[in-house]
């Protein structure tokens, strides 16, 4: 992981925060929160060192939330999983805004819970 003393130009900042907002399309489209970090973070991966470390970091949540996600709604059968499921979304929309401060401000982000299937 990059050090949060480097210091990043603001358009290297911008990219890698839009990687984290990206996934709030989730919301509105199903899988939009993994297309959408996708999407920014193959763009400008090999030019933005900033961007690659947060587009992974944003693409292995997202994987991470919707696996969780697809666990609790399968425990909507038994009811536990619809508050799972408000949790999740609420955990999901909260960390994004908190990924997105710290990335705007030049740091990489690490989101807690979270499955790093891409390396």
Not at 69 to 80: D, E, G, K, P, Q
């Amino acid at each position: 992981m990059e050090s949060d003393t480097t210091i990043y130009s603001k358009d290297e900042k911008l990219w890698a925060t839009l990687c984290h907002l990206s996934a709030l399309v989730g919301f509105v489209f199903p899988f939009g929160n993994i297309i959408g970090p996708t999407v920014f973070w193959i763009l400008k991966k090999d030019q933005m060192p900033l961007v690659d470390v947060n587009g992974k970091e944003a693409l292995n949540f997202q994987i991470s939330m919707s696996i969780y996600a697809l666990f609790a709604a399968t425990l909507v059968l038994v009811l536990i999983g619809i508050p799972l499921l408000f949790m999740i979304a609420f955990a999901d929309l909260i960390l994004i805004i908190m990924a997105s401060v710290k990335t705007s401000e030049g740091a990489p982000y690490r989101y807690p819970l979270t499955i790093r299937l891409i390396k």
